[in-house]
């Protein structure tokens, strides 16, 4: 019987691998990173760091010591206490993503903004699913105070779903009610440290910026053993540099640099290295999504995360078309396919629309439904097929 090979996707030379991360450590050492959280700039200083006007200089050898501190593997369970997501090395999982302001209505055939009714849907559809590993407070509803628009994200997820949910805070009192509503459905802080239920995104401002809004959420989950995860989002030519590989080599400064803050806090406390980066549309102001030079960023930097030893993440699977058409096919499948080859442990955003502010109605009609499956389900099944080398015929 013929072995299974598993196709690879690797953009970058082994050599220049290891160059990019040389690069990034020396822009930390010689730039340094805009720090406003006064708890991470405390653990900056005394680990070594040197400031000046609140950038502070990272030596190589403290950021090299704090990514060998972090974890190759995370485990991340379901609210039965199951294995659910098991990051590291090539191995792939989907979620919807975060966080559309608005929806394509297909009854209509118009954009509307999202309400609750909307989220609890999609939530519902995404437990059908099997290949979303994962749920994510995939979108933002309008129809509640803004005060607690990241809690109560959250709440409908765990309300509705009881797959892993991938989430993050808006405001930087949020994460305290998010992490006792988790802690609530686990049973315990302690149970909720063992068997993570979720995983909070965490986003430097680019050019290598931590706000103090992010910075917080990152201290927060290495505290708590919450997985963290890194998204870092230069664009080509708006901030970063034009080129692509540069804009790997500042993806990497800037995720070093939230690894390092992140095990000065806790070190070995659980953190992904990933990111939403985009190519820059100078003509018309948009983050092109959909575009392969966006999906080669991807690619390129989730092999720099791989050479570290870290679990890693991206968003792929999106499209720009604004409504589930033959672009929105082509995008988000080809997106999906990238993600699986590349090994991407994390992949967010298939189904997304409008650059991933946007997603087409959720719904368990059967039209709707088909719709869902032909640009979420559908390239995530292929996708996940193919990293197997299963030659299985994924379409029908």
Avoid at 128 to 134: C, R, V
């Amino acid at each position: 019987m013929p072995s299974t090979v598993r196709p690879t996707l690797r953009l970058l030379d082994p050599a220049d691998v290891e160059r990019i991360v040389g690069e990034a450590c020396r822009v930390l050492e010689t730039a340094g990173v805009l720090v406003e959280n006064d708890a991470a700039r405390e653990l900056l200083r005394r680990a070594g760091a040197s400031e000046r006007q609140a950038r502070y200089r990272i030596p190589e050898k403290l950021a090299r010591s704090c990514v060998s501190s972090a974890p190759s593997r995370i485990c991340v369970y379901d609210r039965a206490g199951e294995l659910a997501l098991d990051l590291g090395e090539d191995r792939v999982h989907f979620d919807p993503g975060s966080a559309a302001i608005h929806l394509f209505d297909l009854e209509s055939g118009r954009r509307r903004p999202v309400a609750t009714a909307d989220a609890v849907a999609l939530c519902q559809l995404v437990e059908t699913l099997p290949h979303y590993a994962a749920q994510s407070t995939a979108l933002a509803p309008e129809d509640v105070p803004q005060t607690i628009a990241d809690r109560y994200r959250l709440f409908l997820v765990l309300r509705h779903g009881k797959k892993p949910v991938i989430t993050g805070t808006f405001l930087k009192d949020g994460f305290a009610p998010m992490h006792a509503m988790l802690a609530a459905v686990r049973g315990s802080e302690q149970a909720l440290r063992e068997h993570p239920l979720a995983i909070f995104d965490c986003c430097p401002s680019p050019p290598l910026k931590w706000s103090e809004l992010t910075c917080q959420a990152l201290l927060d989950c290495a505290r708590t053993g919450v997985p963290a995860e890194l998204v870092s989002m230069p664009m080509t030519g708006a901030t970063s540099p034009v080129t692509l590989r540069e804009t790997v080599v500042q993806h990497c400064a800037e995720c070093l640099s939230g690894v390092t803050i992140h095990q000065l806090a806790s070190p070995g406390a659980p953190i992904i290295y990933g990111g939403s980066p985009s190519a820059f549309d100078m003509r018309r102001g948009t983050t092109p999504m959909g575009a392969i030079e966006t999906m080669m960023i991807d690619a390129a930097y989730a092999q720099v995360g791989k050479f570290l030893g870290l679990p890693t993440h991206a968003y792929l699977g999106l499209s720009d078309a604004k409504s589930p058409d033959y672009q929105a096919g082509l995008e988000s499948g080809l997106g999906a396919a990238i993600a699986a080859l590349a090994g991407i442990n994390v992949v967010s955003g298939a189904g997304s629309r409008s650059s991933s502010i946007g997603r087409a109605t959720p719904s368990l009609a059967t039209p709707l439904r088909w719709s869902w499956d032909a640009e979420g389900r559908r390239p995530c099944a292929c996708a996940c097929q193919s990293a197997s080398g299963s030659v299985t015929p994924c379409g029908g």
